[in-house]
């Protein structure tokens, strides 16, 4: 996986890891997941989608047999 | 505009698979590619969309920009359509998409070429309409009431370090593991440390082992895909590349490197760069 930072942003990960006595992969992977599992939990958010996909189904399945 | 954490959710639910699939699947320097195209330089982030021109030439904006960098590779369209409907929705809009085969058709010639993202942006226009009232108010997340198309999206409150970490993170990139570039840090030489890498463990002797194994293996890669002066890791696993050496981490031969050595980089290795080097050129890599 590639990440692209900015050197500031490089040391607050790097302090946050150093303060807490863990990796900086781990601080930076737990941020990840823990921003994943918000927007999960964006109620609004995944009422638009399933209204999309329930709206447009018959779309994405015609894309889906193109793509195989 | 949606970020890449957004990408993973629309991605998980609309190919029916859990997001830890979605992330090790995805092809983050293409999202992240995809994401950076898809926001012309003159829209702020957030902005409202406040009529349909604009609200079609975002979505096909993010569309086409998924076609081209392709993040979902064996499931591009889908996601790229599924993506877009969405970006329609949380501004206020909806698509009426009454001839699937007709926009399956267009959606086909935009991936190819055939179309242009203009045309395409015009036929899209014709079919917009405003959503329903709850769903009219264009998103704003962290900020309680919804805004109205077309008004300014509210300075943000301070948050914790943490959470503006993960937001930031999540613009950059988004995957199961992360991350160091804080040779800024650990070494004094390197304050303005370009290119990090490190691996996904917690740091055990035998985590750090392989973390190294394939830091070499990566390196070797990197330098067979033209980047000659790419250099070995640390001990730790590490490698960092400073504005020093001469590297170019935006140049085509770069990033075609990092694409062809992407399974690398899935299977164990993490790589940061920073912008001490990163000119993000805005190529576009070879299909």
Same mark, same amino acid.
Not at chain 2, 54 to 71: E, K, M, Q, S, W
């Given at each position: 996986?590639?990440?692209?930072?900015?050197?500031?942003?490089?040391?607050?990960?790097?302090?946050?890891?150093?303060?807490?006595?863990?990796?900086?992969?781990?601080?930076?992977?737990?941020?990840?997941?823990?921003?994943?599992?918000?927007?999960? =939990?964006? =109620?609004?958010?995944?009422?638009?989608?399933?209204?999309?996909?329930?709206?447009?189904?018959?779309?994405?399945?015609?894309?889906?047999?193109?793509?195989? | 505009?949606?970020?890449?954490?957004?990408?993973?959710?629309?991605?998980?639910?609309?190919?029916?698979?859990?997001?830890?699939?979605?992330?090790?699947?995805?092809?983050?320097?293409?999202?992240?590619?995809?994401?950076?195209?898809?926001?012309?330089?003159?829209?702020?982030? +957030?902005?409202?969309? &406040?009529?349909?021109?604009?609200?079609?030439?975002?979505?096909?904006? /993010?569309?086409?920009?998924?076609?081209?960098? @392709?993040? $979902?590779?064996?499931?591009?369209?889908?996601?790229?359509?599924?993506?877009?409907?969405?970006?329609?929705?949380?501004?206020?809009?909806?698509?009426?998409?009454?001839?699937?085969?007709?926009?399956?058709?267009?959606?086909?010639?935009?991936?190819?070429?055939? /179309?242009?993202?203009?045309?395409?942006?015009?036929?899209?226009?014709?079919?917009?309409?405003?959503?329903?009232?709850?769903? @009219?108010?264009?998103?704003?997340? +962290?900020? &309680?009431?919804?805004?109205?198309?077309? #008004?300014?999206? &509210?300075?943000?409150?301070?948050?914790?370090?943490?959470?503006?970490?993960?937001?930031?993170?999540?613009?950059?990139?988004?995957?199961?593991?992360?991350?160091?570039?804080?040779?800024?840090?650990?070494?004094?030489?390197?304050?303005?440390?370009?290119?990090? @890498?490190?691996?996904?463990?917690?740091?055990?002797?035998?985590?750090? #082992?392989?973390?190294?194994?394939?830091?070499?293996?990566?390196?070797?890669?990197?330098?067979?895909?033209?980047?000659?002066? $790419?250099?070995?890791? #640390? &001990?730790?696993?590490?490698?960092?590349?400073?504005?020093?050496?001469?590297?170019?981490?935006?140049?085509?031969? $770069?990033?075609?490197?990092?694409?062809?050595?992407?399974?690398?980089?899935?299977?164990?290795?993490?790589?940061?760069?920073?912008?001490?080097?990163?000119?993000?050129?805005?190529?576009?890599?070879?299909?």
């Amino acid at each position: 996986m590639v990440l692209r930072l900015d050197p500031d942003l490089a040391d607050l990960l790097a302090t946050v890891a150093e303060v807490e006595g863990r990796s900086v992969s781990d601080v930076a992977r737990e941020a990840i997941a823990a921003l994943v599992q918000a927007r999960r =939990k964006d =109620k609004r958010f995944r009422r638009m989608l399933e209204d999309n996909l329930a709206r447009h189904q018959r779309l994405l399945d015609l894309l889906q047999d193109e793509q195989q | 505009m949606l970020d890449a954490a957004d990408l993973v959710v629309i991605a998980a639910r609309t190919l029916s698979v859990s997001t830890g699939a979605v992330l090790a699947e995805m092809d983050i320097p293409a999202a992240q590619a995809a994401l950076a195209e898809a926001l012309p330089p003159w829209r702020e982030p +957030g902005a409202a969309l &406040p009529d349909r021109d604009a609200a079609a030439a975002a979505c096909i904006g /993010l569309v086409h920009a998924l076609l081209r960098h @392709r993040p $979902f590779p064996r499931q591009a369209q889908q996601v790229a359509v599924s993506a877009g409907l969405q970006l329609l929705a949380l501004n206020g809009w909806q698509a009426d998409l009454d001839q699937p085969a007709t926009t399956a058709v267009v959606i086909g010639a935009l991936a190819s070429g055939q /179309l242009a993202a203009g045309d395409a942006t015009a036929w899209l226009s014709q079919r917009l309409s405003p959503a329903l009232p709850a769903h @009219r108010m264009p998103r704003a997340r +962290g900020v &309680p009431a919804a805004r109205q198309p077309g #008004s300014r999206r &509210p300075r943000p409150l301070p948050v914790p370090p943490i959470r503006a970490l993960a937001s930031v993170l999540a613009a950059a990139a988004v995957g199961g593991v992360a991350v160091l570039a804080s040779a800024c840090s650990r070494a004094p030489d390197m304050s303005s440390a370009a290119i990090t @890498r490190s691996h996904h463990s917690s740091g055990t002797s035998q985590e750090t #082992s392989q973390a190294e194994a394939a830091g070499v293996a990566y390196a070797a890669c990197m330098r067979s895909h033209g980047v000659s002066e $790419f250099p070995e890791p #640390s &001990p730790g696993g590490v490698i960092t590349i400073a504005p020093s050496t001469g590297i170019d981490v935006g140049s085509l031969i $770069f990033r075609s490197a990092e694409q062809a050595c992407h399974a690398i980089t899935r299977a164990a290795v993490i790589h940061i760069v920073t912008a001490g080097t990163a000119s993000h050129s805005g190529e576009k890599l070879p299909a």
